[in-house]
């Protein structure tokens, strides 16, 4: 018996259409401005695909294509000026950038009203905090966003049960933490220090694999019926054949599971959407409350 799959298409169309439907009641045109540094040919097709949403979206799109060499201060300048002008609603800055260049004074630099990508400490703080404003969401990071309405999308339960995410960068596995916390989930967050990863893993109900090592998750590591969500990306190039997309999770784990996200066509299509309704928010916010 194979998994379920959680295709990401169908959930990302209904994020993208609401994103729509809100973009069109602003006097504004949200505009979400890119940032990216370097030529790291993956991040030149996500880019891509982020303008291509927009653009079917509604929301405006400018790409600031920065050499390899640009200085920490030079960005700091561009940032300033994207801050300081109110026809900006978004920010995002590409990661990774080119090794030279710190990130968190970039993240700390992006006004907190355009931090599209949920990475500014304010937003951030906001995020792990339990007080919702209910009539001015937090700007949270766009992967564990997709995540949880990928999961809703699809009907499955997060509220009282068992989540285990499995790494804890700043991009993905700790604000995943957050979202599944928020969402009542009980959470416990691994990473390649825990002590028999297997074990905390089959406790899962909900695994959310978020590793950036291709297919650490085996079978034996999957509680039998549990969710998967494989948040993992890798290009992998054989010898004369096409280069392939995989993920975090062993194809075997499909023997196992109840339900499982593919890669591609799982995470990643809601990564984009979150993208632009992130970018809808942020413009919302800006033009009808002007509150950081
Ligand atoms: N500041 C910043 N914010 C990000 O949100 C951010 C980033 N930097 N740097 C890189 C990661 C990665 N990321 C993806 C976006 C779309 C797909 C996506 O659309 N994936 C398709 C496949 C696309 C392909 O062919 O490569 C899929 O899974 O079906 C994947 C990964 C956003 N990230």
């Given amino acids: 018996m194979g998994a379920r799959v959680l295709a990401g298409a169908s959930a990302a169309g209904a994020l993208l259409t ?3 439907r809100r973009a069109s009641s602003l006097s504004i045109r949200p505009h979400l401005v890119l940032i990216r540094a370097g030529t790291d040919p993956a991040s030149l097709s996500y880019i891509r695909g982020k303008q291509r949403q927009a ?3 509604g929301l405006r799109t400018t790409v600031h294509a920065l050499p390899e060499s640009v200085t ?4 700091l300048t561009l940032l300033a000026t994207l801050n ?3 026809g900006v609603h978004g920010i995002l800055v590409q990661l990774p950038l080119p090794p030279h260049l710190p990130v968190a004074p970039l993240h700390e630099a992006v006004d907190p009203r355009k931090d599209v990508d949920g990475f500014h400490p304010l937003n951030v703080g906001r995020l792990w905090s339990g007080t919702r404003a209910v009539d001015a969401p937090v700007l949270a990071p766009c992967t564990p966003l997709g995540v949880l309405a990928l999961l809703r999308h699809h009907g499955i339960p997060v509220a009282g049960r068992r989540a285990v995410v499995v790494g804890r960068s700043d991009i993905v596995g700790r604000p995943m933490a957050a979202v599944l916390l928020g969402a009542d989930a009980t959470v416990t967050v691994v990473h390649r220090r ?15 694999v978020a590793a950036g090592q291709p297919w650490l998750i085996t079978a034996d590591m999957v509680r039998p019926g549990a969710t998967v969500v494989d948040v993992g990306i890798h290009r992998i190039s054989g010898e004369g054949q096409p ?4 993920g975090d999770v062993h ?4 023997g196992v599971a109840g339900a499982l996200t593919p890669v591609p066509g799982g995470v990643g299509p809601l990564t984009v959407a979150q993208l632009m309704l992130n970018t809808v ?11 950081v």
């Fill in 251 to 254: 194809p075997e784990v499909a």
């Fill in 18 to 20: 609401q994103a729509s």
């Fill in 55 to 57: 653009e079917i979206t």
């Fill in 84 to 86: 300081a002008d109110s």
């Fill in 243 to 246: 280069v392939r997309l995989t």
């Fill in 194 to 208: 825990s002590t028999d990863l297997a074990a905390l893993t089959r406790e899962a109900d909900v695994l959310v």
């Fill in 281 to 291: 928010l942020a413009a919302e916010r800006q033009v009808n409350w002007n509150v």
């Fill in 72 to 75: 920490l201060p030079e960005l």
